[in-house]
């Protein structure tokens, strides 16, 4: 099917070709072509890039439900033999240039995502940005995940520009840093700050950074690269639909929503937790972030940790608790 051999091509690649055929034939379509794969690459759960794609919330109903949107059922019965596409076999070509540029004996599911994103066309692309996700930073996210994973990979001269996106030179990647994103509750934020403190992390505040004469921007910008962000949701403002003015609700900060759906963009939801506060009104338009409630007693402590070791962060709960 592909024209590499099967020595060099790992399982969980090959079985993104299997589910990728299986998907052609239940949208009755004679070919395989970048939609397919990308469903294959997300129905191999056990692989890098569908992990990947999980966090950055790629769902298998959504994206064939998008699929079937812009390309529809096809008709009567597809053959047996499926053939790729001319996109897919260039996806294919640049993927195996990927493993080679990159010194690694064998193609695995995320050269085949970065052949996705470096052929940037294709009914997949049109997905991400249905799903409002950048290509870029899922080809930036990759190519971090590949680098965690494998600290002697060989970077070649060519791909300066795109580490320049994973790990920009004078900007440091807090691997063990947690962004906590605040209202106007300091006893909050000061109790979360001292549990991760505790914990062996490393929490991040932004007003207790330094300027060095940036805009407020690019200092969040500048110390947005952390593994984990918690968000407070503490009931500091008050608001309401315009038809339920006389029903007004307690809400968290706009900036604190803001700055949820960025690190939700950004780390995926997998490495973001937000903690409310008893009344606070919860966003509807994040689905898939963990909800932790705030609760006097403290369990929020126990429950915030386990997300965090989830995370690959290490932290000491012994000292924390």
């Known amino acids: 099917m592909i024209s590499v051999s099967t020595g060099k091509i790992s399982r969980p690649a090959r079985n993104v070709f299997t589910l ?21 690459l997300i129905l191999e ?17 959504r994206v064939r439900k998008i699929i079937e ?47 996705l994103i470096r052929e940037g066309d294709g009914i997949a692309i049109n997905v991400l940005k249905v799903l409002d996700i950048n290509p870029e930073i899922v080809g930036d996210r990759v190519l971090r995940a590949m680098l965690d994973s494998s600290p002697n990979l060989r970077i070649p001269v060519e791909f300066s520009e795109q580490l320049k996106n994973v790990l920009s030179p004078g900007k440091i990647v807090e691997s063990n840093g947690i962004f906590i994103v605040h209202g106007h509750d300091e ?13 062996g992390a490393k929490p991040i505040i932004l007003h207790e950074q330094p300027n060095a004469g940036k805009t407020i921007i690019e200092k969040f910008e500048d110390n947005s690269d952390v593994g984990f962000a918690v968000v407070l949701l503490t009931p500091d403002d008050i608001g309401a639909p315009k038809e339920k003015k006389d ?5 968290a ?26 009344g606070v009104e919860i ?13 006097s007693a403290g369990a929020w402590r126990m429950a915030l ?17």
């Not at 055929?21 to 379509?29: D, I, S, T, V, W």
């Not at 759960?45 to 109903?61: F, H, N, P, Q, T």
């Not at 029903?247 to 809400?251: F, N, S």
């Open 187 to 199: 006893a909050a934020k000061e109790s979360v700050a001292r549990f991760i403190e505790r914990s």
């Open 69 to 115: 949107d812009i390309v529809g059922i096809g008709q009567g019965s597809p053959n047996s033999s499926l053939p790729l596409t001319p996109r897919i076999k260039r996806v294919i070509d640049l993927a195996i240039n990927e493993a080679w540029q990159l010194g690694q004996p064998k193609l695995e599911t995320e050269h085949l995502l970065l052949g």
């Open 305 to 321: 940790a386990k997300e965090i070791k989830n995370a690959d962060i290490e932290i000491d709960l012994n000292k924390a608790l």
């Open 253 to 278: 900060r706009q900036n604190v929503i803001l700055e949820l759906g960025y690190f939700m963009g950004k780390l995926g939801r997998g490495r973001v937790c937000a903690l409310y506060k008893e």
């Open 20 to 40: 990728a055929r299986q998907e052609a034939l239940k949208f009755k379509h004679q070919y395989i072509a970048t939609e397919h794969i990308l469903l294959g």
């Open 45 to 61: 759960e056990s692989c890098i890039a569908s992990r990947l794609l999980r966090d950055l919330g790629v769902d298998y109903a």
């Open 247 to 251: 029903q007004p609700r307690l809400r």
């Open 283 to 295: 966003p509807s338009d994040y689905q898939g972030v963990l909800y932790i409630p705030m609760d």
